[in-house]
C-alpha cells in the first residue's frame, strides 16, 4: 500500500498534474454540459443533484470520498487486470453515461472516456495520487456548478 501511495512521481508533483488535469477535464464538461442541446439533460441531472442539501464542506468531502474510492478500486485494482481503454470504458458505463437510448448523453459519455484514461494514464506514469486529485477537483468544480448551495447554519 505504501508502495501504491508513494507513486513514481513526488508528491508535489502528483498533486499539480491531478489537479491541471481535474481543472481542464471540468472545463470541458462543464462547456459540454451548457451547451444549447444538452438543455434538457443538465436540467435532470440538476434536479437530481439538488434532491440533497449541499454545502461547501459537503461538495468537497464527497468529491474527495469519490476521488478515493473509486481511483483505489478503478486504477489500482482493476486497471492493472483490465488494461487502461477496458477500465475507462467501464467506469464510464457503469456511470450511466454511456446509454443508446440517449445519444446525448453518450456524447458526454464518449467525451468522458477521454478524461478517465487521462486518469489512467496519471496513475500509470505519476501515481494513484495524481489520478485521486484529479477524480477529486473534476468532481468538486462540477457539483460547485450544478447544485444550490445551502449554509451551514441551514443544514
Not at 472545463?27 to 434536479?47: C, D, G, P, S, W
Not at 440533497?52 to 478503478?74: H, M, P, Q, Y
Not at 494513484?128 to 486529485?133: G, V
Request: glycine letters at 10%; one cysteine or more.
Amino acid at each position: 500500500m505504501l508502495e501504491l501511495l508513494k507513486g513514481k512521481w513526488p508528491l508535489g508533483q502528483q498533486l499539480l498534474a491531478g489537479t491541471l488535469t481535474g481543472v481542464l477535464g471540468a472545463v470541458v464538461a462543464i462547456i459540454l454540459i451548457n451547451a444549447t442541446f444538452f438543455k434538457n439533460e443538465r436540467q435532470k441531472y440538476h434536479r437530481i443533484l439538488n434532491h440533497w442539501s449541499w454545502n461547501d464542506l459537503g461538495i468537497v468531502f464527497i468529491s474527495i470520498c469519490a476521488g478515493v474510492g473509486e481511483e483505489l478500486l478503478f486504477r489500482a485494482g482493476l486497471q492493472p487486470f483490465l488494461g487502461l481503454w477496458i477500465t475507462s470504458i467501464l467506469f464510464v458505463a457503469i456511470h450511466g453515461y454511456l446509454n443508446p437510448l440517449n445519444w446525448k448523453i453518450s456524447v458526454y459519455g464518449i467525451i468522458m472516456i477521454g478524461f478517465i484514461a487521462a486518469l489512467g494514464y496519471l496513475f500509470k506514469t505519476a501515481g494513484i495520487i495524481a489520478a485521486i486529485t484529479a477524480h477529486s477537483v473534476f468532481d468538486a468544480i462540477l457539483l460547485f456548478q450544478l447544485v444550490e448551495k445551502k449554509s451551514l447554519n441551514s443544514v
